[in-house]
Every structure is written in C-alpha cells, then in structure tokens.
C-alpha cells in the first residue's frame, strides 16, 4: 500500500509540474498579446496624426470606428480584480473559444488572497481543461461551460457547469471517473488535494446532462 501510495503521489507531484508550466505559458502568451496590442495602439496614434496633418477627417472618423470596434473585443476579456486568475480565466476562455465552446463566466475575485495563486491556477486550470474535454464531444450547437466565482462571505465561492454527452458520469469514492484517462483523473485528485488542505469543502454534482463542480475556499 505504501508503495502504491508513494507512486500516485510521484505521479500527482509530476502531473501538477506539467500543469503549473502549461499553465505558466498560457499566461505569458497573454501577456504577450497585450503587448503586442499596446505596440499596435502607438502605430494607430501615428496613423490619426497623419490623417489629421493631411486635414482628412473623414479617414480619421473611419479609422476611429474601426478602433471602436477593436476595443469591444478587447473590453469582452473577464476582469475579476485578481492578476493571475485574470491571465488563467481568459487564457482558458481564449482556448475554448479557439474550439467552438462559448463560454459564460462572471468572476469577481479580490486582489489579495488567503489561497496560494498556484492552487488557484490549478484548480481553475483543471476545472477548465475537464470541461473543455468533456465539450469537445457534443455538438457544436450543444456546447456551453458555465464559470461564477465570488465571495461569499468570508469563502470564495467557485461554481464550473458543463454540458456533458447525455450520460452520468460515475462515481467512484468521492470522485467522478469518466474514460479520458489518467491525466483527468490525476487533475481531480489535485483538486480534492487542494481543497482539502485549505479546509474547504467541494461539490460534484452530474445529471441532467451537465456536470457542476462547487468548491468554497476559506479567506481568512
């Protein structure tokens, strides 16, 4: 029993290494994609000085318009008041949308935290790349990821819903298997690991064709 345990925990340690650098990643390929656009927001600086210095008005309005637009899509990303579940959230939302998952998040999360910012990328990481996974199997039409998180109280309060494809997950233990494999079973075990050294408490709830994960972390 020992041995089985030493390697499950060898096993957990290396599949949370991987996840932290994935995760790692996707957050300095959002960083980079804000830079890029500040770069971009200094050329079209310069381009409105020359069509002004030219007296054009009319390429200044279009121009204006088309930088209207640009800013909505910018202004759609999730801003929750946290830096780092900020670059988690959007970098996840970006990589479901690249796959046809449209996603409904409302988050507001404080800028300082009782919860280490690794755990919490961890958690929402595995949360996200679950309902990810379990989205890529319906139909377009059918995919949906639902992602709330707030504070309740003094507990911050995560709530992830996915469509799944019609049948129940089951349970084994405290833990829902599905048949993606060890990767997925490993993230859920993360997630309990986690939740459960920070005393808090976790839900996991699978009918009617979704699957709901709800954990509440203690703030104080």
Excluded at 81 to 91: E, F, R, V
Excluded at 157 to 180: D, H
């Amino acid at each position: 029993m020992g041995f089985l345990s030493k390697k499950i925990e060898k096993q957990i340690s290396a599949y949370q290494s991987e996840l932290i650098e994935t995760h790692y990643r996707e957050v300095e390929n959002m960083y980079r994609q804000i830079r890029g656009w500040r770069h971009d927001y200094r050329n079209h600086i310069q381009t409105m000085k020359a069509y002004a210095a030219a007296g054009d008005l009319e390429a200044i309005r279009q121009y204006l318009d088309l930088l209207d637009n640009d800013l909505t899509t910018v202004d759609t990303v999730i801003k929750t008041g946290n830096p780092m579940t900020d670059a988690i959230l959007n970098s996840k939302i970006s990589l479901a949308k690249s796959r046809h998952i449209p996603v409904v998040a409302d988050a507001h999360i404080p800028v300082k935290l009782k919860s280490s910012e690794i755990d919490l990328c961890c958690i929402i990481g595995n949360l996200f790349d679950n309902a990810i996974e379990a989205s890529m199997k319906l139909p377009e039409d059918k995919r949906l990821i639902r992602v709330y998180m707030d504070m309740k109280n003094t507990q911050l309060y995560i709530s992830f819903t996915n469509f799944t494809a019609g049948k129940k997950m089951v349970k084994q233990g405290s833990l829902f298997r599905s048949t993606k494999g060890e990767g997925h079973g490993l993230g859920l075990v993360r997630i309990d690991a986690i939740v459960e050294r920070l005393d808090g408490y976790l839900s996991r709830n699978s009918e009617d064709g979704a699957f709901t994960t709800e954990i509440l972390l203690p703030q104080v």
